[in-house]
């Protein structure tokens, strides 16, 4: 309730205090005529005795005289009876007054900044109830003496008859005597009433200024906060500064975050791939094992952010931490660099940055756990490996890769620096795929520009690569969500020149085919390969994807393959993979391929000895 609100209420409350004087002091008039007329009745007595002193023949006069006086006195009691029913009145209203202001108490104690006003109302009232308790004394000791007077007048004029009648006026102006001493008491009590509604509102009033103080006292904490706040901003822009200025993982967390897709976005998008794969038939439907990856790349791609995927999801495709020092792979590694005769000083120069503990609340390759979390050992195995396979790159790239390329930042890759530039795991690791590839690709079809399909492309990195190596036309990708949608937002922002014909929901390639034919990049999701005209690209590329799909849905994939493709066939798998989601084994002799093809190679790949290439050109 505001201030105006009380303060209205409390105007309410003068009126009624304001006719309790009026009315007290009506009945003071009342009582000052009633003594008056009682004099002028003892003089009209005197005057009486007098006559009948002078005459006794007199008596019929004083007779009617007397009869007189006792008409008057029956006025007078009437007078009497209207004032004491005033007084009723009076004390009705006092009392309700009484009760108006007990329930106005609490009102009062909130009139705390109307206290000066409210307490010059109530010394006023004070003087006013003191003034008429006065007169009220002095309308006692006046009706005491009206009372000596009455008796005087009972004994002269009990032979006339009127002792009954002055009795009666006697009792009434007794009885009324003690209405207005109960009156004065009453009227007391308020007055003490008041007195206490004062002595609450001062402890009001110090509880005011005590929670004033302590109001004080909260905001110069509050301002020393503020103050610590801004201080503690300062120190946290120049620590944000100084890590973006010192690590890349951090600059690329905090610069890209808010270019690229929300986690919302990415799981409406996912899902409307979904929905249209659902239409398909069966034997192009997700295997249980991707059913499973789909949930936890989904979950890596919204916790930590599309920015962040080559942190995140691309653990999950084909880039492999190192364990420990025994590791397979990088014992192969060391075992053909202690062969080299001139080994580059450069390769202990090589750097890793830590791309741990991004943000408090961003997950890197799993949500139960970091990529190194903290072991110091675990980072540089995996540094000395990326450079050591850097270096075997350097010395099988017949296509030159390896000094045209570099790392993206884009997704923010583990950065491992190298003779002054990012490299990669993944960056070799499809380096080498490519200088399987397109070297035979160049004999087989030696005009530029060339074409590819590939079945499974995580998030491009191998696109990247084979648009980079040679000139390339058209990169049909068919995938599944979430990979899919990464691949096209990671190669579309690559080579922005590039056309993008995007995920669409289609059932008939004539329906898209003139705008499909003017992209040179183009996402399918798995029922829409069948869709594609025969021999549509030159080549035809499985890695590391096959082996998670039944045997029957991937020997379809492989028909698909030899069917589009005009030229070449490269399929990169594992040797036996043990798929405990679908409960089987897959087996390298399990693979089906286009009769239309021989077999150009097929060998252990030169690091990872749980893969074979195999490469096929049609007959």
Request: glycine share 4%; with cysteine.
């Amino acid at each position: 309730m505001s201030i105006n609100d009380l303060l209205k209420r409390a105007a309410l409350f003068i009126p009624p205090v304001r006719r309790i004087y009026n009315e007290r002091e009506l009945f003071r008039t009342t009582v000052n005529d009633l003594n008056d007329y009682l004099v002028h009745l003892s003089d009209q007595l005197d005057e009486h005795q007098s006559r009948l002193s002078a005459s006794s023949h007199g008596m019929h006069s004083v007779q009617e005289l007397v009869d007189g006086l006792t008409g008057k006195a029956e006025h007078v009691g009437a007078e009497l009876v209207e004032a004491s029913g005033r007084i009723g009145n009076l004390e009705t209203q006092t009392e309700q007054s009484i009760e108006q202001l007990s329930q106005s108490r609490e009102e009062v104690e909130r009139l705390s900044r109307d206290s000066v006003v409210r307490s010059k109302e109530l010394e006023s009232a004070r003087a006013h109830l003191s003034t008429l308790e006065g007169r009220l004394e002095v309308a006692e000791v006046d009706l005491v003496d009206a009372r000596g007077r009455v008796d005087e007048i009972k004994t002269q004029c009990r032979e006339a008859g009127l002792a009954t009648e002055l009795v009666n006026v006697g009792e009434d102006l007794k009885e009324t005597r003690a209405r207005a001493v109960d009156l004065v008491s009453r009227l007391k009590q308020l007055d003490a009433s008041h007195v206490e509604a004062k002595r609450q509102e001062a402890e009001l009033q110090a509880q005011l200024s005590e929670a004033g103080r302590g109001l004080d006292e909260a905001r110069d904490k509050v301002a020393r906060l503020e103050a610590r706040l801004h201080e503690a901003n300062l120190e946290s822009e120049f620590l944000d500064h100084r890590l973006i200025t010192q690590s890349g993982n951090y600059r690329v967390h905090r610069t890209e975050a808010r270019s690229v897709p929300s986690a919302t976005e990415i799981e409406a998008e996912c899902e409307r791939m979904r929905s249209a794969l659902a239409k398909a038939g069966q034997e192009y439907k997700p295997s249980e094992f991707w059913e499973f990856y789909y949930r936890i790349n989904l979950q890596q791609l919204v916790a930590a952010g599309l920015h962040n995927f080559k942190l995140t999801i691309s653990q999950n495709y084909h880039n492999y931490l190192i364990e420990d020092r025994h590791d397979s792979k990088l014992q192969k590694l060391l075992k053909w660099y202690a062969d080299v005769r001139d080994k580059p000083p450069e390769l202990l120069f090589s750097t890793i940055e830590d791309p741990d503990y991004l943000d408090s609340n961003v997950f890197q390759s799993h949500p139960n756990n970091q990529l190194f979390d903290g072991n110091r050992e675990r980072r540089v195995l995996y540094r000395v490996y990326v450079t050591l396979l850097w270096e075997f790159l350097k010395s099988r790239d017949q296509l030159g890769l390896i000094d045209r390329l570099s790392e993206p930042e884009l997704g923010n890759p583990i950065r491992v620096t190298y003779r002054d530039k990012i490299i990669s795991q993944d960056l070799a690791t499809s380096a080498l795929e490519a200088n399987d590839i397109v070297p035979t690709l160049k004999k087989e079809a030696p005009s530029a520009p060339h074409s590819f399909l590939e079945i499974g492309a995580g998030y491009g990195r191998l696109a990247h690569v084979l648009m980079s190596a040679t000139e390339v036309d058209r990169y049909v990708i068919v995938d599944i969500p979430p990979a899919l949608f990464v691949s096209k937002w990671y190669l579309a922002a690559l080579f922005p020149e590039a056309k993008v014909f995007g995920v669409q929901d289609f059932e008939d390639w004539a329906a898209v085919d003139e705008q499909a034919n003017q992209a040179n990049l183009i996402f399918l999701l798995p029922h829409q390969l069948e869709m594609l005209p025969d021999q549509f690209v030159d080549a035809s590329i499985s890695v590391s994807s096959l082996h998670e799909m039944l045997p029957k849905q991937a020997n379809a994939y492989l028909g698909e393959m030899g069917r589009v493709a005009r030229h070449l066939i490269y399929s990169k798998q594992y040797w036996s993979y043990v798929n405990p989601h679908d409960e089987l084994v897959f087996e390298a002799a399990q693979y089906g391929y286009p009769e239309a093809f021989e077999e150009v190679f097929t060998r252990e790949d030169p690091i990872n000895e749980l893969f074979f290439n195999k490469l096929l050109r049609r007959i």
